[in-house]
């Protein structure tokens, strides 16, 4: 765990710092009449500390036996997982919900789940349709309203 | 007057609807009661706050049975607390005992479910008068000791977990400041005046982040009995059991009501207990039927009193008692000594559900272990996108808003990164829920001490908790932990 924890305490010792100067350009006040930085401030200075006490374990630790990564990890799943929550994001408020599901559900059975293109397909249609009678239906919740809502 | 409340057609249906979804998330590993409650936050925005904290509870409850299943016919633990489970439960399906070992497990947990809400309903009452008398000082060290224990008694680096406490405090005070009414951290973006929001936080840290791991390697599994017969445990399984479920009950309950007492501390604690009793310690790991009723039994009484630190003390004691905890907070509960004078209905209500559901539990594990079986085998390919799909739309529908559905992301990634990082998520959950509380807690004491920080040493029963907790942080560094076991990992 030495590369990992000497990493990761580095980022959070970082981390603290930024915490600690972002807490500064707020008011700190003092002991008798703490400001609003005050509260930050304190939890910046701790996790500083607490980061270099992972860095003294991280230099003290054992040697790596393992990487960042499982042995053939499905790196391109997590990657395109993490696009396509971002594609939905960026698509829910413009093209509606019932589109963006579909699609979304679509991409994620077909590219990370390794789904038949026809099942994929099938899976989103009946998943964003169920949702959307359930939400708007049923539990009267507003959801993204895009072309296909409308015709509605 | 709990009894009423359940019998209410709509409580009771949530009541059903909770321990219905526990058993199958309990049965469906790579999705644990964490992520699933994290995904139903959401939805109890629609409820009232009575049936939602029912069906979350039995949620919580109902996935310690359900995790039992696939701990003794599949070798991989549900959810974690059962990992115990699989050293002598897949030993007995191996042999052909899958039948007695779910249903001793089953016999097990029910017993030390009931007695465990007893205990609760008797205990909880008397420390919450206790705890009225507690003023800021108090609870700022009652909230230092509460974390300082989820980190001691968790696995792994205590500086880790403290860090993680201390990152939790600092991410619930983003947002406007309660006590100046001056913004915080929120680089000018409007949506994060009200903070971060509790649902997108918990569902990315616990719901993507736990999909992402998944995804990294899959899960592969052997059930080895598909079809279970004979699940009524003999004379002699009973005879077997009968002091381990009954040790079982009384260690789950007492590790339960501590701070950070996780069900895996429990489960580990029994199972050592009964194979150092054991006149045959040999046949422990090769199916003794011993290791799988004291850890079951334990597991589920330590579920039951989890719930005493929270709704007493308002003190979250794991990962999903924060998780419960944020559920209180979204219907406008304070969890903590007022709850039960002033909500006496949502109390006693969650107390009789906890009896009714331990009885729908055992009746839904026993006769329908064919389904569940069946359960077992759904590809983790069908359910990743499932999960996400319901993250994405529990963060989203809690207000409408897609900053949320960002929030969400970046908290997933966190959560990813962490566990490969080997963070634990429940000290920064923990933090992130009684961040406002602490902050509270730890202003008003200074203005009560004009500044001084002797308020907190002055008073006999602050002054107690603080050093408690100092010595929980210096103990470790005089040589190993005495004991690690996890109990922060509830995320499953």
Redesign the interface.
Known sequence: MRKLDIQSGLFLLLLSMGICVGSLQHEVGSLTEPGSGFFPLATGLVLGVLSILILIEGRRGSQDTAGFWAPAANRKGIFLTIFFILVFSFLLERAGFLFTTTLFFFLVSRFVSGHRWSTALFFGLATSVATYVVFSFLLRAPLPVGIVESMF | MGFSVIAEPMNFVFCFTGVLLGTLIGVLPGLGPGATISLLLPLTY?LNPIASIIMVAGIYYGAKYGGSTTSILLNIPGEVDSVVTCLDGYQMARKGRAGPALGISAFGSFIAGTVATLGLMLVAPTLARFALSFGPPEMFALMVLAMTLIVFMSSG?Q??G??MA??G??LG?VGL?V??N?D??VFGYNFLLEGLGIVPVIVGLFG?GE??SN????MRGEVFQKKVSNLLPTLKDWKDSFWPIVRGTFIGFFVGVIPGGGGIASTFASYTVEKRLSKHPEKFGTGAIEGVAGPEAANNACSGANFIPLLTLGIPTNGIMAIIFASLMINGLQPGPLLIKNQPELFWGVIASMYVGNVMLVMLNLPLIGIWVRFLTIPY??L???I??FC??GA??VK?A?PD??IM?IF??VG?LMK????EGAPLIMGFVISELV?GA??RS??MS????TIFFSRPISCTLMIVSLLLFILPLFGKKPISMGAGDDEG
């Open positions: 629609h680096s500086a880790k403290l860090a201390a990152l405090l600092f005070s400041d006590f100046t001056v915080r951290f993507v999909v992402l995804l990294e390697v899959q390919a069908i990743a996108p499932l996400l799909f994405l739309l989203y529908t409408n897609v559905l960002i992301l997933g990634i990813f490969k990082y080997r963070y902050e730890f202003i200074l203005l004009g500044g001084s920080f």
